[in-house]
């Protein structure tokens, strides 16, 4: 008879390949015992394996666990992590006992099912840093209700709004990027575990399996579920959503803290100096979120171009994905983390603050609506109309502050060809930096509008955040009945 091959052994294959990828799943050890504890338990009750040779399972697995991934006497040529493991379990009980260590299952299977079980982990945890982040921003958002900020487009000056409206509207795009976490999340709860391989061979009670692992209802094709890597795809996607809202704000912060505006700073330990000019006050920290940040998404791309053009009769075309999306996980808690530890830090001239945002006649668009309110003219006339106002003060080289009601009657003269008929009062409120922020209600930067977004953006981080302890809480105690279950076998 034809002697059968082991798995190759040029060291081309070995050591650029096998040992690689072992190392790279060396994530999801602890998935993968409590996986296996979990089968025995499962097959006992079956009677698919004594409950003796599963007693002595179980020992070994436990063992296994205790010492550790990195007391494992890797063999890079059994090229993946299952069959090292099973060769720590033959060593401690023995060739026989240890025959039905992964009956009716590839190893494949069991090295899936302990990817999707330490990236349901891995999501969770990000998620709660997510939110820990957000909870970051809502605090500072409180702090500075009232504080008045530049805002810019194109890099010009735009209407005054506030640091509190500033960081409230950046809490509220984390708690969609929350949602999109939780929702990605939410589908690991299909099963995926006893499928066999690309068709199912002994009748495994999946449901049972499902259970004793903290999922829900089983696949309803092994084919499908035969590394239905689109999941972690899925998750990278809503993480990469989240890197990116991280990237936008601090854009933001290099603007803001730049010489010219010199408005908000960091502590100095999140600082650095240049070598060049040591006075330099460098925001050096944010040089690595925007890398960490680029990594998720870079991390994302690379995820689902493997999973476009993989098949499971492709198998190895999906192979890394699970560990590209944990190290996307993990760049994004890492990104969550330093933001919030500078965000804790951050300072703001609020005095400095408010006299750039009152620069540069931004009081125009206030004007421009109390015409319009008043029904003095159309939108455009009205614009025209304090066009030719402000110019006027532009020209002459005068603050916004010098601006008289009198002349704007006037250029509205010039404009529509009759008097208008406007409030003194009131032109003096629409030339107000605080009124005019304090008359953006509902959606806008108006302290009363802000504080009510951040006691309802506050409320639902908070349910997020206890659904989550929830959750992690629920698959520890899964895991401790399931353990408890394997030790009475």
């Known amino acids: 008879m034809r002697k059968l091959l082991s798995q190759p052994t040029v060291p081309a294959y070995v050591q650029g390949f096998a040992a690689p990828g072992i190392e790279n799943s060396k994530f999801t050890f602890e998935s993968l015992i409590n996986y296996h504890l979990a089968s025995m338990v499962a097959l006992s009750e079956q009677g698919l394996v004594p409950k003796a040779r599963a007693r002595r399972l179980v020992g070994a697995l436990l063992e296994i666990r205790k010492r550790g991934v990195d007391a494992l006497e890797i063999d890079p040529g059994l090229e993946d992590l299952q069959p090292n493991v099973e060769k720590a379990v033959i060593a401690l009980i023995g060739p026989e006992d240890a025959g039905d260590f992964g009956i009716g299952r590839a190893r494949a299977e069991f090295g899936h099912i302990a990817c999707h079980l330490a990236l349901r982990d891995e999501t969770l945890a990000t998620l709660r840093e997510q939110l820990r982040l957000n909870r970051a921003l809502l605090d500072l958002a409180s702090k500075h209700v009232e504080t008045k900020a530049p805002y810019y487009t194109q890099h010009m000056r735009a209407e005054a709004i506030t640091f509190g409206y500033y960081f409230s509207t950046f809490a509220e795009a984390f708690l969609h990027d929350a949602y999109r976490a939780r929702d990605a999340y939410a589908r690991f709860a299909l099963s995926p575990a006893g499928i066999g391989h690309i068709v199912p061979t002994l009748r495994i009670d999946r449901k049972r399996l499902a259970e004793l692992i903290g999922l829900g209802e089983p ?271």
């Open 219 to 489: 696949v309803r094709h092994s084919l499908y579920a035969y590394l239905n890597s689109d999941l972690y795809v899925d998750v990278l996607g809503a993480a990469s959503l989240t890197a990116a809202t991280i990237s936008r704000l601090c854009l933001d912060f290099w603007w803001w803290a730049s010489n010219e505006l010199e408005i908000i700073k960091f502590a100095d330990e999140y600082c650095g100096g240049s070598f060049i000019m040591p006075h330099k006050r460098n925001p050096s920290w944010l040089k690595p979120l925007r890398f960490s940040s680029m990594a998720v998404k870079a991390r994302h791309d690379e995820a689902l171009e493997l999973w476009m053009h993989s098949t499971p009769m492709l198998l190895v075309g999906s192979l890394g994905i699970p560990w590209i999306a944990s190290e996307g996980l993990k760049s994004l808690r890492y990104g969550c983390d330093l933001l919030g530890g500078a965000l804790s830090t951050l300072s703001i001239d609020s005095k400095h603050s408010a006299d750039v945002a009152a620069q540069d006649f931004t009081q125009s668009s206030q004007l421009v609506a109390m015409i319009v309110t008043r029904q003095q003219a159309s939108w455009r006339q009205a614009e025209h109309i304090v066009g030719k106002f402000v110019k006027e003060a532009i020209d002459a080289g005068a603050p916004a502050s010098s601006l008289k009601f009198d002349r704007l009657i006037a250029a509205g003269q010039d404009i529509v060809g009759r008097k208008i008929d406007l409030d003194r009062e009131e032109f003096q409120k629409a030339i107000d930096i605080d009124a005019i922020i304090a008359s953006r209600g509902d959606c806008g930067p108006a302290p009363t509008a802000v504080r009510q977004a951040i006691a309802s953006i506050a409320k639902d981080v908070k349910g997020l955040d206890d659904w989550a302890e929830a959750e992690q809480r629920r698959i520890a105690q899964c895991w401790k009945r399931t353990e408890d279950l394997a030790r009475q076998i």
